[in-house]
């Protein structure tokens, strides 16, 4: 008895449907949706079940991308999307590692739902025009031209991520003392000059209402959370292929910091703190390319 190509390929279809949809929940929907569709055709007329499937999921990812869209539009504050606990491993390929950061999940969602779904299709997963065009029912030619325009809409959004994983983990590190202790000084030596915070509450809990930007008042903004938040505690932890901090109130989780480093300091600051995107991170999701 042959592997199911479904089971062989989940972790491939769960991955193309967070970084079309930038949510694990929405994502393992769409992949339930995918599984019930290929349970009902008849797998033995499939040449290619891998493309198959991975066309499947990308149709079911952009008719929930629509849904989605008109719900951001009421979100309230600023939408991040939901962090993912990693595995270490995945940073040693590091384009896939940015390809799943929360940096570049937010630049994604700065496109349409169409230019999403090409541009990860082919600069993540490097499927050829014909099978993208199938998948999102457009020709190659208008594959190719969709695909350029995305190309350069990311790169000139794109967060640079050009430190090793050493560096990081270090600046992560000192981030999470200062935190920790509320060091004004040591927050101001860890931030860049024009180091931008955002935050995600959803309208469920306390957050920044709007980006914050600038090292003195985004070290002010933090080192209040020591003297008005009593019993924090501030720990590192894998999300999203990079090292990152967590905070615990009263041994809960209360919040998933993802940040971008760059030159030795942070530039993006990524406060994750509505608790309906905090609840996978008690386990390791399966991500795959």
Do not use: C
């Not at 989605?68 to 384009?95: H, N």
């Not at 030619?141 to 350069?152: F, K, T």
């Not at 070290?219 to 019993?231: C, H, M, Q």
Request: glycine share 6%; no cysteine; aromatic share 6%.
């Amino acid at each position: 008895m042959t592997d199911d190509p479904f089971v062989t390929h989940r972790s491939l279809l769960f991955t193309v449907a967070y970084e079309m949809l930038g949510s694990g929940a929405d994502a393992e929907d769409v992949v339930q949706e995918t599984w019930l569709r290929w349970a009902s055709v008849d797998q033995a007329d499939i040449r290619e079940p891998r493309a198959y499937l991975v066309r499947i999921v990308t149709r079911q990812a952009l008719n929930r991308l629509r849904t989605l869209a008109r719900r951001r539009e009421d979100y309230i504050g600023e939408w991040l999307p939901e962090p993912l606990l990693t595995s270490p491993d995945i940073a040693e390929d590091v384009e896939f590692a940015e390809s799943i950061s929360i940096a570049m999940l937010t630049v994604l969602e700065t496109l349409g739902p169409a230019e999403r779904a090409v541009f990860v299709l082919r600069e993540v997963f490097d499927l050829p025009y014909d099978d993208i065009a199938a998948a999102v029912g457009k020709s190659q030619a208008a594959v190719r031209q969709i695909a350029h325009r995305a190309r350069e809409h990311v790169a000139a959004r794109r967060p640079r991520i050009e430190v090793g994983r050493p560096e990081h983990e270090e600046v992560v590190g000192r981030f999470r003392i200062a935190l920790q202790t509320g060091d004004l000084q040591v927050l101001l030596d860890v931030l860049a000059p024009d180091v931008v915070l955002v935050a995600d509450g959803g309208g469920e809990v306390p957050a920044a209402p709007h980006p914050i930007v600038g090292r003195d008042q985004v070290a002010t903004y933090l080192s209040r959370l020591k003297t008005v938040v009593p019993g924090v505690e501030v720990g590192t932890v894998w999300l999203n292929g990079a090292p990152a901090a967590r905070v615990d109130l009263a041994g809960e989780l209360n919040t998933a910091v993802s940040l971008v480093v760059a030159d030795g300091r942070i530039t993006n600051i990524y406060a994750i703190r509505n608790p309906h995107k905090l609840a996978r991170l008690g386990e390791e999701a399966a991500l795959s390319r």
